[in-house]
T-cell receptor, first 113, second 114 residues
């Protein structure tokens, strides 16, 4: 079955630091890869996605590259801001069945001013 | 532009009480899901629906029931609440099961069972 291993948090960084949140997955078929973000008191929202190998998803300064050979989709940002404080979820989505939509356990990120 | 709306936002129950969580979406989506979020465990799928009148079990269905009588609504019921059901519940919807389709989430319901 599908599974995802995500970097445990919490991760605490100073403003303008470089961010990496690791994500590796196992999935049947050819999954699309997503990062969702959850700001305090809100539901999850899509941050970025990549649908095939070597694709790079990007949004709001965040990037992640679909690495099929290492089954990874690490999230990076060159200079984090206080407003990036949130919980980040990695999600390999194989839509052969709705029940196979899974999420990582989430990584809480806190940015110090 | 409402998207996915969950009611209520907060609820406190006593063990054994029942309640229904309502999820409504205005995007004409076929697929709807109920997840629960617990610390360190991410999101776990409780039940889902692939269309009006259909429901199916997810990863952790025990103690919950669901109904999808109308396409826009997906109800999650707890018949006899237990402290283990203390959690944050999220509803989500999607238009299709295409591999590049994103999920739209509600803002969550925080439920405490005493």
């Amino acid at each position: 079955g599908n599974s995802v291993t995500q970097m445990e948090g919490p991760v605490t960084l100073s403003e303008e630091a470089f961010l990496t949140i690791n994500c590796t997955y196992t999935a049947t078929g050819y999954p699309s890869l997503f990062w969702y973000v959850q700001y305090p008191g809100e539901g999850l929202q899509l941050l970025l996605k990549a649908t095939k190998a070597d694709d790079k998803g990007s949004n709001k300064g965040f990037e992640a590259t679909y690495r099929k050979e290492t089954t990874s989709f690490h999230l990076e940002k060159g200079s984090v801001q206080v407003s990036d404080s949130a919980v980040y979820f990695c999600a390999p989505l194989s839509y052969s069945s709705a029940s196979k939509i899974i999420f990582g356990s989430g990584t809480r990120l806190s940015i110090r001013p | 532009n409402a998207g996915v709306t969950q009611t209520p936002k907060f609820r406190v129950l006593k063990t054994g009480q029942s309640m229904t969580l309502l999820c409504a979406q205005d995007m004409n989506h076929e697929y709807m899901y109920w997840y629960r979020q617990d610390p360190g465990m991410g999101l776990r799928l409780i039940h889902y629906s692939v269309g009006e009148g259909t429901t199916a079990k997810g990863e952790v269905p025990d103690g919950y029931n669901v109904s999808r009588l109308k396409k826009q609504n997906f109800l999650l019921g707890l018949e006899s609440a237990a402290p283990s059901q203390t959690s944050v519940y999220f509803c989500a919807s999607s238009d299709t099961l295409r591999t590049n389709e994103k999920l739209f989430f509600g803002s969550g319901t925080q439920l405490s069972v005493l």
